[in-house]
């Protein structure tokens, strides 16, 4: 054997082990084989760099340093999870599935829901490419040489795998592993880490890969993304992805109706005690993966899934104090400061009341016993309260009736459910608020600027909008606390880079009420430019496709005003984005207005994805089922036989993919 082969042979070897152990949980070497194994591999590899190969178990050590994590944008968007209660719930979903899907039979793939930090690993040709978090769903973070540290992620696939797709899962920590991790810490006097779950999403960020080497995280795949997969059932995408290397959970099934989804459920909400990891519930999913196709998404989460959560956990604690926090909305919410208390895993002292109704409505006072929950939100809530624990001395919560930062009188407008400041111009977490909202990750995700420099730089009185970050200069940060030479230019740098992020997230940034991420992005599509905005009235705010009156009144209020009318010449004298690119303008035409499309089956020149692009660029609107509200039914390959009944009957154009291509 030349060394060429000889380091083939144990890379051979050692991945094969690897995978018997972390993967199969069946260990074929003795540790100290191993070891000495590795340790040959490592003095050849040394020796012989000329045979690197980017998927040897030897990189399994970690030593790479990743300083910063590069932003990647997710080739195919990871959504998250419609979440369900009940068996009503699951029945109510299951009709929606059915209304849209037509009259099929509709077969579903139960998971546990793994409690963990989600990921993305890219393979080419059977080899890990990049390794990214799940980040706001559109981009994440770039741990790939963190995530080959982990064992039971195969960095060499077998079998017959598609050459290139992407495959999700879930960073888990073990119990055992978990504790081992704080005997540990303890025993070198470190505080011990809060839960398993935290330590993972932590482990991940680490710099040094050695050390993500050495905590015992596994990786649990389950779902695929990506084109031309040769799979058609989730349940065969588990199957298929555990031949080809990965580890799947082996606690999966197939079930025919909600009533053996719920028997699942109810088995798995005792017995996941037993389970080696933290799960909180169970997540449902069409198994037929072209039903999913047709099923698609909304702007969140998929229709084709759900989450089923088990039941919170729930414990009791006292009220020490309601104290209110003033919103960059000027909105008020009440907040409940609590005896410090272990709840799922983590020490909760605060909990969110919500508004002046909830705690009427329960009836919650200071120095009262309440039971707090921790469901699928981050922030607890208060479910109720311990009447026979309520001290003798107790009086009913007085809502306070003025601002707590700057004294103005609330209101609170009908069936608005909390109370507000209307000082909008001069209430000062408003005013951080605003620009903390303004520079914030989905915004215009200024680096080097975080929330507390802002409050920093208002206190100091150089800034009062928003509009004033784009004139600060280096000489005046660098007096700031804690600002040093480097912090201060990363901070007018990343200001300065700011103007080339697009219209329809200027447009979030402002911070306009109830103009979210989703709503920003009609907008910008609707209008173009802030100039035609601007200018637009109510009636023909509400013309545009879902956006309702609240939203127009709001957004012509926020236009209204003097001073955003002022900030936003501004901003244009800055450079800001504010009308949409060319490149986005471009293709874009008003061919399909007023058409609805429903799109169903299968097609041979374009996605589903890029038809439904197609027909939003041209001005049409994609619909979910078919109604008299349908115009036309693009029908693909296979599309099921009822829909096109329901088309016939209701007199519905049905078009074929080349007549849709051809209309555009
Ligand atoms: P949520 O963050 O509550 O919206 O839930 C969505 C997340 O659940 C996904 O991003 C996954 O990381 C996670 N998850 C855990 N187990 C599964 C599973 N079996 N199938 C799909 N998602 C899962
Ligand atoms: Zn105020």
């Known amino acids: 054997m030349n060394i060429k082969e000889q380091i083939e042979a144990l890379r051979t070897e050692l991945r094969e082990h690897n995978h018997n152990y972390y993967v199969l949980d069946n260990a074929t070497i003795s540790d100290y084989d191993f070891d000495m194994k590795l340790k040959e591999l490592q003095?050849?590899?040394?020796?012989?760099?000329?045979?690197?190969?980017?998927?040897?178990?030897?990189?399994?050590?970690?030593?790479?340093?990743?300083?910063?994590?590069?932003?990647?944008?997710?080739?195919?968007?990871?959504?998250?999870?419609?979440?369900?209660?009940?068996?009503?719930?699951?029945?109510?979903?299951?009709?929606?599935?059915?209304?849209?899907?037509?009259?099929?039979?509709?077969e579903f793939t139960c998971e546990l829901k793994y409690d963990g930090a989600s990921i993305s690993l890219t393979y080419e040709e059977g080899t890990l490419i990049k390794a990214v978090t799940r980040g706001d769903g559109f981009q994440g973070d770039d741990v790939t040489t963190n995530i080959k540290t982990i064992k039971s992620v195969p960095l060499q696939l077998k079998g017959d795998y598609p050459s290139k797709f992407d495959i999700r899962g879930e960073i888990v920590l073990p119990f055992d592993g978990f504790a081992k991790?704080?005997?540990?810490?303890?025993?070198?006097?470190?505080?011990?880490?809060?839960?398993?779950?935290?330590?993972?999403?932590?482990?991940?960020?680490?710099?040094?890969?050695?050390?993500?080497?050495k905590r015992p995280l596994e990786c649990l795949l389950y779902s695929l993304a990506g084109t031309k997969l040769g799979v058609e059932t989730q349940f065969s995408v588990l199957e298929k992805a555990r031949n080809w290397g990965f580890k799947v959970p082996t606690v999966a099934k197939l079930c025919k109706s909600v009533d053996e989804v719920l028997a699942f459920v109810e088995y798995w909400d005792?017995?996941?005690?037993?389970?080696?990891?933290?799960?909180?519930?169970?997540?449902?999913?069409?198994?037929?993966?072209?039903?999913?196709?047709?099923?698609?998404?909304?702007?969140?989460?998929?229709?084709?899934?759900?989450?089923?959560?088990?039941?919170?956990?729930?414990?009791?604690?006292?009220?020490?104090?309601?104290?209110?926090?003033?919103?960059?909305?000027?909105?008020?919410?009440?907040?409940?400061?609590?005896?410090?208390?272990?709840?799922?895993?983590?020490?909760?002292?605060?909990?969110?009341?919500?508004?002046?109704?909830?705690?009427?409505?329960?009836?919650?006072?200071?120095?009262?016993?309440?039971?707090?929950?921790?469901?699928?939100?981050?922030?607890?809530?208060?479910?109720?309260?311990?009447?026979?624990?309520?001290?003798?001395t107790s009086v009913p919560t007085k809502y306070i009736t003025h601002c707590p930062e700057c004294h103005t009188e609330l209101v609170r407008t009908a069936g608005d459910a909390k109370h507000y400041c209307t000082n909008f111009y001069g209430c000062?977490?408003?005013?951080?608020?605003?620009?903390?909202?303004?520079?914030?990750?989905?915004?215009?995700?200024?680096?080097?600027?975080?929330?507390?420099?802002?409050?920093l730089l208002f206190k100091e009185g150089l800034i009062k909008n928003y509009a004033d970050l784009y004139t600060l200069t280096k000489e005046q940060v660098l007096p700031l606390e804690r600002m040093a030479e480097k912090s201060a230019e990363n901070l007018v740098n990343g200001v300065a880079a700011s103007v080339a992020i697009p219209f329809e997230r200027v447009l979030f940034a402002l911070g306009i009420r109830f103009v979210g991420e989703t709503v920003a992005k009609k907008l910008a599509k609707a209008y173009k430019n802030i100039d035609a905005l601007m200018a637009a009235s109510e009636e023909e705010l509400v013309a545009v496709d879902e956006i309702g009156e609240r939203i127009a009144q709001s957004v012509i209020e926020f236009f209204k005003n003097e001073k955003n009318i002022e900030t936003i010449a501004r901003l244009k004298e800055y450079k800001l984005q504010l009308e949409l690119s060319a490149d986005k303008l471009l293709n874009q035409t008003e061919t399909l207005k007023g058409k609805t499309f429903v799109v169903s089956g299968v097609f041979e020149k374009v996605s589903r994805n890029e038809l439904k692009k197609l027909i939003e660029d041209n001005g049409g609107k994609v619909g979910s089922s078919i109604s008299s509200k349908t115009t036309f039914l693009v029908a693909g390959d296979k599309m099921g036989p009822s829909k096109r009944t329901k088309a016939e009957t209701l007199n519905i154009d049905i078009i074929s993919e080349d007549d849709f291509l051809a209309m555009v």
């Not at 944008?73 to 009940?86: A, F």
């Not at 704080?182 to 839960?195: D, H, L, Q, S």
């Open 181 to 213: 991790m704080n005997e540990e810490r303890i025993a070198n006097g470190e505080e011990p880490y809060m839960n398993p779950r935290n330590t993972a999403s932590g482990s991940l960020k680490l710099q040094d890969s050695a050390a993500v080497a």
């Open 43 to 106: 003095a050849l590899e040394a020796k012989h760099p000329e045979f690197y190969d980017a998927t040897s178990p030897t990189l399994r050590v970690g030593g790479g340093i990743t300083k910063n994590f590069d932003t990647i944008v997710h080739e195919h968007r990871m959504y998250s999870l419609d979440n369900s209660y009940s068996k009503e719930d699951l029945e109510d979903w299951e009709k929606r599935i059915q209304k849209i899907l037509g009259d099929v039979a509709v």
């Open 428 to 455: 000062p977490p408003q005013i951080t608020g605003r620009i903390q909202h303004f520079i914030s990750r989905k915004a215009m995700d200024i680096e080097g600027l975080g929330g507390e420099t802002v409050e």
């Open 270 to 392: 005792i017995h996941r005690h037993d389970l080696p990891y933290e799960t909180d519930g169970v997540v449902i999913k069409v198994n037929n993966l072209q039903y999913q196709e047709e099923l698609g998404h909304t702007s969140k989460s998929p229709r084709w899934a759900m989450a089923y959560k088990f039941k919170a956990e729930q414990v009791s604690t006292v009220l020490n104090e309601i104290s209110y926090q003033v919103g960059r909305t000027g909105a008020i919410t009440p907040v409940a400061n609590l005896q410090p208390v272990l709840l799922a895993g983590t020490t909760v002292k605060r909990a969110s009341l919500h508004n002046a109704d909830q705690i009427e409505k329960l009836d919650i006072r200071e120095n009262d016993t309440v039971f707090v929950e921790k469901g699928g939100e981050i922030i607890p809530k208060i479910v109720g309260v311990a009447i026979e624990k309520r001290p003798e």
